[in-house]
């Protein structure tokens, strides 16, 4: 049966699932703000309105996260706190998702390499023993369906599109695929929470990721890319320098005017 953690949980344990809930939050919040970055920039309409709409399904499951990791700690903070008024080394998000959007190749190459990532991720917690994170998962999955859905369908478009829009998603997945092997390389509080049966198999979600991204990319007539070494550290603090400039526009309001309410 799925549980939750409480106060008769072992303060270690707890300490870990804070951290780990944490940096989803951070990931998905992070990321929320990238996309929201096109608002009113989208190359038509109707896609400018997708990202704008996809940005808000990440926001929520921010907000969800947030709001669990504020429950664990304990400590009297609350989701804007976690949000807002922390330091960029004290983020957790890998570095895929604070990486500039560029070009529209860019964006939807960023976005589908992550949600590849995610979808299956989710998959995982929905049926995980934690009874929140599950219930996150569950409602986020259905969302994180029509995420992979889209990017995918965008990135078989211009990889077997024009000799323009080729390139540029090649130059896309030459910049950013070096970020992809963070996501399912466990840190120290996953390894952790994996061992007590708190995380999800990263291993296992490597291989549904490596299939997928295969699938799509053979479609697109694109090459998966080998031997590329792979950049880490977000998920232990050490963030590239495009996060300290996303977090001051990010957080401006509620640091100029601390405890701003509308």
Known sequence: MPVQATAATPPEIRAQLFAYVL????????????LSEWCGHGPIL????ALANIALDFLGEARSYYQYAAELEGKGRTEDDLAYLRSAVEYRNPLLVE???????GTIVRQFLYDCFHYHLLLQLKSGPDAQLAAIAEKSVKEAAYHIKWSAEWVIRLGDGTEESRRRVEKAIDNLWR??????TPSATEKALQAAGFAPDYSAI????DAHVARVFEEATLAVPEGVFMQKGGKDGR????????????????????GLQW
Do not use: K, W
């Not at 940096?23 to 990238?34: C, E, K, P």
């Not at 490597?206 to 990721?209: D, I, L, R, W």
């Not at 300290?244 to 100029?256: C, I, K, N, P």
């Open 23 to 34: 940096q989803l939050a951070d990931t998905s919040l992070i990321l929320a703000h990238r």
């Open 46 to 49: 109707e896609q400018d309105l």
């Open 99 to 105: 990486q500039p959007n560029g070009d529209f190749a």
């Open 179 to 184: 970020y992809t092997g963070e996501l399912t």
């Open 206 to 209: 490597q291989q549904q990721v």
């Open 239 to 258: 963030h590239t320098e495009h996060l300290g400039y996303l977090l001051a526009e990010l957080q401006y309001m509620q640091r100029t005017y601390p």
